[in-house]
């Protein structure tokens, strides 16, 4: 999100825009062009044309112009051909004088003042020619609507022709003048209006002040809270479970063959020399087909951990459901 941050004697502004795409237009013009001289006025030359354009700031702006030119009176001096057609593509800076001026405060005014100068090519598709022009004119731009999304703008501008006779010049002799009316219409913007938004900041300074002094006052009010650390005595050898001193039952959760951190201290009773025969079931719940599955992977559990402990596993088997020894793993030590 980008700020553009405005300063005037009485406020500061922060003007907010966040997409690439945001504050741009698109519009048509037409009008008619003379010859800037002025020795003849009439006929003169019709234009019509697109526009496109984008605001980076409520000051500053580009804008891209194609213009058809229909006949070319004094674009050549006396080699001109009044039948021609021509067009002028241009890429203009904006100006908004208004703005620059008098300050930005949130949508356009109904009445702004704009400078419009730039350069661009020119081509006749009579002669044929291909020229390097410019453009300088005012924009007299006037926006309709409550969100002013619509504008209509009267130009007065002048097309230079530069290079007609060779170098680069600015010569009123290939030079038009001409007078051109606009319709714009500005797109949506992703901030909800069609134009740049902005935000006061010294009220919201002035907000978040208040509310730190509520906060402030709150922290006085509050009783202090004094946490005192208990210290519990934890246990950390657990209960082995043996049949006899060569027998270790493994307890597992309902179905479950993970082995559990008492699963664990039971199995590493158990010596790294010895050979042992691995016996698991399950409970009575479920069916035969799935009990016999998980007895299964969790004799395999409890083999891999013995396993890994350098123990030697004789065998290891599921035998399903059983009542007597339910849902656990029965480690028989054979040799020590």
Not at 22 to 38: A, E, R
Not at 44 to 51: A, E, I
Not at 224 to 242: D, M, N, Q, R
Request: proline share 4%.
């Amino acid at each position: 999100m980008l700020f553009v941050t405005v300063i005037t004697m009485y406020a500061q502004t922060a003007v907010e825009t966040s997409k690439w795409y945001d504050n741009t237009y698109i519009g048509i013009t037409g009008g008619v062009t003379t010859p800037l001289d002025f020795k003849s006025v009439f006929p003169v030359n019709p234009t019509v044309g697109l526009k496109l354009g984008k605001e980076f700031t409520p000051v500053v702006g580009l804008e891209v112009e194609g213009l058809m030119i229909f006949n070319n009176r004094n674009w050549f001096g006396p080699f001109d051909s009044p039948d021609g057609t021509n067009i002028n593509l241009n890429l203009s800076g904006i100006v908004n004088l208004s703005n620059a001026l008098f300050g930005y405060k949130g949508l356009p005014r109904v009445f702004e003042i704009k400078t419009n100068t730039g350069i661009g090519w020119f081509h006749n598709f009579n002669v044929p020619t291909n020229d390097l022009s410019a453009k300088t004119g005012v924009d007299f731009q006037f926006n309709m609507g409550k969100a002013r999304a619509h504008s209509i703008v009267v130009s007065p501008y002048v097309l230079w022709n530069l290079t007609a006779r060779g170098p680069v010049q600015f010569n009123k002799n290939y030079a038009q003048f001409g007078l051109a009316a606009s319709y714009l219409y500005h797109f949506k913007t992703s901030n909800g209006t069609h134009h740049f938004k902005t935000y006061d900041i010294r009220a919201l300074n002035e907000k978040i002040n208040i509310l730190q002094a509520r906060l402030d006052e709150c922290h006085k009010r509050e009783p202090k809270v004094v946490v005192k650390e208990v210290v519990k005595e934890v246990v950390t050898e657990k209960p082995v479970v043996t049949v006899n001193e060569d027998k270790w039952v493994v307890p597992f959760a309902n179905n479950s063959y993970a082995l559990t951190p008492e699963s664990n201290y039971i199995l590493n009773q158990v010596g790294q020399d010895a050979v042992v025969d691995i016996v698991a079931t399950a409970s009575e719940t479920g069916t035969d087909e799935y009990n016999q599955k998980l007895s299964e992977k969790r004799a395999k559990a409890v083999a891999d951990y013995l396993t890994n402990r350098g123990v030697k596993v004789n065998s290891a088997v599921g035998k399903g459901k059983n009542r007597e020894t339910g849902r656990t793993a029965v480690v028989t030590v054979t040799k020590k």
